[in-house]
């Protein structure tokens, strides 16, 4: 009798799911976990995704993104033992949303330019917020567990579509300037309580900027740290060089090096 043809990769995917949490002879470790347990390693996974894009790995990109497809099967296969919904589910409602919001593409709808399309996918998602009749308020469906700047970008774009907003680039740089203000009179006068509070206003304002400027503030951040890790690491190579470490060292002879490090990057092609 010849071999069965194999399964289609996602099919195969789907089977081990299933086996691994099998009560006869599954994994102990995978039958013991619950949505809130996985939860974590879902936004891990998807850090870990964003980590190879940054860095251009697209080996490992493809790794990456199929640890992500396995926590969205994850969900899926214990949602289903409970009876509330499987993965064939999930496939349908982002194919139905997708043509949904994209009315100029399934559609006869005529969106000329990217930016008109943004627009046209807010209406349509402010619609689909209504259909439900959840939302109280504009703001209530922003998930709480998102990074806070993400959050920040997301919940001011909300405000902005209802005209809640700066009017330009301009307005919110003078009001990022009044909230530093602001955050160091409360560090002058020593009550830190205030300060959090008012540090906490700076880092809102500067959402917004990044808003207004359509940059992602988390990537933005991410670059910074990876440029503040290569001039560091340069530092810490420098120092070796002389038989030192950063704790040998001082300020001052760091921060040379880090002006070294910096010219070194501005002369790269």
Not at 176 to 187: D, K, M, N, P, S
Request: glycine share 6%; hydrophobic share 45%; charged share 35%.
């Amino acid at each position: 009798m010849p071999d069965a043809a194999p399964l289609p990769p996602l099919d195969e995917l789907l089977q081990i799911m299933a086996r691994l949490r099998d009560p006869d002879g599954g994994c102990p470790w995978d039958l013991e976990q619950t949505f809130a347990t996985i939860a974590p390693y879902t936004v891990e996974e998807a850090y870990e995704v964003a980590d190879a894009i940054e860095r251009g790995d697209l080996k490992d990109l493809r790794e990456e993104l199929g640890d992500l497809l396995f926590q969205v099967v994850f969900h899926a296969r214990m949602a289903e033992e409970q009876g509330a919904f499987a993965f064939d589910d999930v496939a349908r409602a982002i194919n139905d949303k997708m043509i949904r919001r994209h009315p100029h593409v399934f559609g006869d709808a005529d969106h000329r330019s990217s930016a008109e399309q943004t627009a046209a996918w807010e209406v349509i998602k402010a619609e689909e917020r209504a259909e439900k009749g959840k939302a109280a308020s504009l703001l209530d469906d922003v998930p709480v567990g998102l990074p806070a700047l993400t959050r920040a970008v997301k919940l001011s774009r909300r405000a902005a579509g209802v005209g809640f907003v700066w009017p330009s680039a301009k307005e919110v740089l003078d009001k990022l300037h009044e909230e530093v203000a602001e955050l160091e009179h409360e560090i002058e006068a020593g009550d830190m309580a205030k300060a959090r509070e008012e540090l906490g206003d700076v880092l809102f304002v500067v959402a917004n900027l990044a808003r207004q400027l359509d940059i992602e503030p988390e990537d933005a951040l991410r670059a910074t740290n990876a440029k503040f890790g290569r001039r560091f690491r340069y530092i810490e190579a420098r120092l070796a060089e002389a038989g030192k470490t950063p704790a040998q060292s001082d300020l001052a002879e760091m921060d040379a090096l880090w002006d070294q490090a910096k010219a070194a990057e501005k002369k790269r092609p």
